[in-house]
Every structure is written in C-alpha cells, then in structure tokens.
C-alpha cells in the first residue's frame, strides 16, 4: 500500500467529518424543520442549526466546536499492515488538529494534561477488522462530549422514573429506550439521535448501541420486531414535548436505530448511545493498493444545502411570538437589568464575555480570576482556535458546553465574583436556580452545536488566561457583536429546563402501561 496516500486519504476523511454533515442527517434535520411550529423557540433554534450547517460548509470548518472523540471502525482485507494504517491514522489526526479541523481532545485522565494533538492513550480509537473483499472500508464518528454524556445503560428488571418496573421482555425494552431519550432532556442537543444494543456484557452492549449510529437514518431494519420497535420509539418519543434544545417542541428525536445479541443468562443489559443533531459520521472505501478513495457512503440521495441568509437568526425571526422580548447587553451588566429579565427573552450580547469549562470552575472555586468578573458574562465553551503567522488568535468554532458539569461551581462562583450572566447549553441545577435568585443573576441558553454561527459572532480575540489547562480549558477573552441566547433560568426562581422536565415526565408517564407487543 501507499501508506502516504492513505494518510491523505484518512485526513479527507476526519476534516469531511468534522465539516461537512452527511445527505441523510441533512433530510431529517429539514423534516424536523418544516414540523415545527413557527415562531417557537424550537423553530427559531433549528433556524440556527441550518444557518449552522449552512457556514461550516461554507468555511470548510467544524460544525461544532466539540470536535468528539474520533472513532475508526475499519474493515481490512487478509494482509493489509494494520500497524502502518495506525501510524498514518494518528499522523492524519494530528495534522487535523493542527489545521483547526479537529478540537485538541485529548487530556490526561490524571494530570489532566492535554497532549494538543489528540493522540495520547486510548486516542483516537481504532477498531480494526478483517474481511474477505478486495478493499478497505473505514468509517468516522465524531461524537461529542456533550451527547456521550447522555449515554445510558440499563440492567433489566429495572424500575424506571415515570415508567414503573421494565421487564426482561420487549415491553421492558421499549421502556427503556424511552426512558434514555427522556432523561437526556436537551443536555444532549437535542434533536438527536440514538443507537441502541439489546443483550451483551456491559462493554459490548455500549459498542452495539455506537454501531448502530453507523446505519443511515432512513434504512429498514431487516428484524421485524426490531423494525417495530425503531418506528414505536421514534413516534412516540416526538410525543414527549423536550423539543430542540429541550426548549419544547414538536421534534425531540429524528432517528432510533436497534441492534440485537446474545447474552448469558444472569445478566440483561439494554445499552444506548446518545448522538446530538450534530451527527458526523462518514465512510470511505480505499483501494488497499494505491491508499486512494475510491468511493464516499453516506452519499445516497438528495442533499440539503440549507442555504438560508444569515439574517434568518433566532432573535430576529420574522415570526417571532409578539410577548417575545429582545434586549440588548453590554458588560458591566448591572444586577437591575438582570431582574428585568424572565424566562423566554431573548438576550444579545455586545462586548465582552470569557469562556470558562470545568478547568476554570474548578480554578475559581480556589483561587482569584486573572480578569475582574464584577458584572462580566461567562460562556461555557471551549473553542477551536488557530494562531496566525503573526501570533493572532482566530475562533474556528465556538459553540456551548453541557452546563450541568458546572453545577457544583456555578452558583458561589457567580456570588464570589460578581458573576451577572453565564451562557451555556442545557441548563443548570436547583443550587444554580437558587444562587441565580439570591445574587441575580441569569442563564442564557445557546443552540447547541451551533459553532460556525456563534464563532461569526466573535470579532475579535483580546487575550487568553489559564493556558497550562490547554486550549478548551482556557480563559478566552472574546469580543462579540450580536451573540444571542434565550434567558431558559432567571433571578425570580423560574427555570425552563424544570418546566419542560416536569412536562415531559408526566407524558412519558402515559407509555407505562401501554404493553409493547
């Protein structure tokens, strides 16, 4: 093989992942669209995400700034040097994330270093297998963090929140899979996506649930009770209201995919692997001689360019509800402009803010900020960034982190500090609620995955703090021009994400005794 051309081939590969949503995500996302009810604020997020889409095609860049946990699935025929293909993956990777492709991912599960090129033990993953046919299929997920947070699985008999006692049947399984897809709210970024491994031990079930990911959305699956049980899950948890973004909704999941093996008698696992509507993953078939791709899967059918005008934004959707209020934010935000807020505006942000993930909170709760955070905003987000010939910094992509992670921060962070404002996705806590309350201060949701059109946002980056933590984990200091949220939890007690928990929980209370036959 040339394993030079292979390497090139392997890099197409992760920066088309990373970039370039495949045909049969593209179909479902415009399907959830044109569902949705106009004017909501689920419709104005899906608005968002193909305004999205839209710019990571365009700049060839990452759709969202979580670039994942790079995973190879890779069929090989008798005799091709597994070792050599490694090398040129980890070489392929390493260059990706050098060109702003890739987030630097990788991080000492002990010292918390990160290697900055995304190899380091266990990454990426590569699992290879041999075949009979005369070339070599490899297939990409890029998964994030946020979503892979959501995975679950179950050991049944269970007793399920909502659903009463899940039984070692197909009854018990349908209980299950809706109770996955209720429980990850919209910490996942939903709309998503989900695989789901029937039987196993508990590591094999997991890689099961991730196979499935790697079916198309609108295939048939060939087991009749399987099939059955794919088409239940998808009506019925549309049903549930979690909505994009967990705003509400019409569309909480755009496909559910389910796999089958066997098990040993004493242990019945039900395993499922959550993907947000970021859903990257791509396959190539390489000649095993030239290294060269011969042919792209995901390729099948019509492709949606989404190509909307950028003024199509959340905040100023043409249809936007009349009670919808608009405001405009400039740091130092004072704690009277906070309480002036309520759950359902829309806020913009002129100005600075400073990302902060799970290294800085845990920085903060100890020590001193590098920066004054009286009034300030802080974004939990950890960027792509690329530093030009002259030493500039430039955002790649930009979107918010899963907040829930912060909750035992946030809170004495915010009244430590001054802290007025802080963005994220998925909401937060009653200890963030409370402190929201108490000191005033306010949430505000971002689209999930959004990256491109947040990163567009920024005009400028004025300085970095904390970089021995790597790139994610910094404090950045960013410029923004029109960044917008929706305030989902406010300074009077109030919380969206609680609400729409509440909601969902009674409505998937309905499916308990709904015998799944």
């Not at 095609?57 to 670039?67: E, G, K, W």
């Not at 070489?91 to 000492?108: C, E, F, M, W, Y």
């Not at 902060?356 to 001193?368: Q, T, V």
């Amino acid at each position: 093989m040339n394993i030079e051309k292979f390497q090139e081939s392997m890099y197409q590969l992760i920066v088309e992942t990373s970039t370039n949503l495949p045909k049969d995500v593209r179909r479902a996302i415009r399907a959830a669209a044109e569902r949705e009810n106009a004017g909501t604020r689920s419709a104005m997020s899906l608005d968002t995400i193909t305004n999205n889409i839209k710019m990571a095609d365009d700049n060839v860049s990452p759709i969202c700034q979580d670039t994942g946990l790079p995973t190879f699935k890779i069929k090989t025929p008798v005799g091709a040097n597994q070792l050599e293909m490694k090398k040129a993956i980890h070489h392929a990777i390493a260059q990706a994330t050098k060109d702003g492709k890739l987030r630097p991912n990788s991080v000492d599960s002990l010292t918390g270093e990160n290697s900055g090129d995304n190899l380091g033990g266990g990454t990426p993953v590569i699992k290879f297998e041999q075949w009979e046919k005369d070339y070599i299929d490899a297939h990409l997920i890029l998964k994030g963090g946020g979503c892979e947070n959501k995975n679950i699985q179950y050991s049944l008999p269970a007793e399920l929140e909502g659903l009463s006692r899940a039984g070692r049947d197909l009854d018990g399984i349908r209980k299950c899979i809706m109770h996955s897809v209720y429980q990850a709210q919209g910490q996942g970024c939903s709309a998503g996506f989900i695989g789901v491994g029937i039987g196993g031990d508990r590591s094999s079930g997991y890689d099961l649930a991730k196979e499935q990911l790697f079916r198309t959305v609108d295939d048939v699956n060939p087991h009749p009770d399987l099939r059955s049980l794919e088409e239940y899950v998808l009506e019925n948890a549309n049903k549930l209201g979690i909505g994009t973004m967990g705003f509400g909704g019409e569309t909480t999941l755009l496909g559910c995919k389910v796999g089958v093996m066997n098990r040993i008698p004493a242990s019945f696992y039900v395993s499922v692997a959550y993907n947000c509507w970021a859903y990257r993953r791509l396959g190539v078939a390489v000649n095993p001689e030239s290294g060269e791709i011969q042919d792209w899967m995901y390729q099948e059918g019509e492709k949606i360019d989404f190509a909307q005008p950028a003024a199509q934004e959340i905040a100023a959707a043409a249809e936007a509800p009349a009670e919808q209020t608009v405001v405009t934010l400039t740091a130092p935000i004072t704690e009277e402009q906070i309480r002036e807020l309520k759950v359902g505006d829309v806020v913009k942000i002129d100005g600075m803010m400073y990302t902060g993930r799970d290294a800085i909170h845990k920085y903060l709760s100890d020590h001193d900020s590098p920066v004054d955070l009286n009034g300030q905003v802080i974004y939990h987000c950890g960027p792509v960034m690329l530093k030009d010939d002259e030493g500039k910094w430039h955002v790649k992509a930009a979107g918010p982190t899963t907040s829930i992670r912060e909750e035992p921060y946030q809170g004495d962070i915010m009244k430590k500090f001054g802290v007025r404002a802080v963005i994220g996705k998925g909401g937060m806590g009653a200890k963030t609620l409370a402190a929201l309350r108490e000191h005033g201060g306010v949430y505000l949701n971002a689209i999930g995955g959004a990256a491109q059109y947040y990163a567009d946002c920024i005009k400028s980056v004025d300085g970095v703090d904390l970089m021995n933590f790597g790139i994610p984990e910094a404090m950045w200091h960013l410029n923004v021009e029109g960044f917008t949220a929706v305030v989902t939890m406010d300074s009077h007690g109030n919380s969206l994400h609680e609400e729409v928990e509440k909601s969902s929980l009674e409505k998937l209370a309905q499916f308990a005794d709904r015998v799944y036959k």
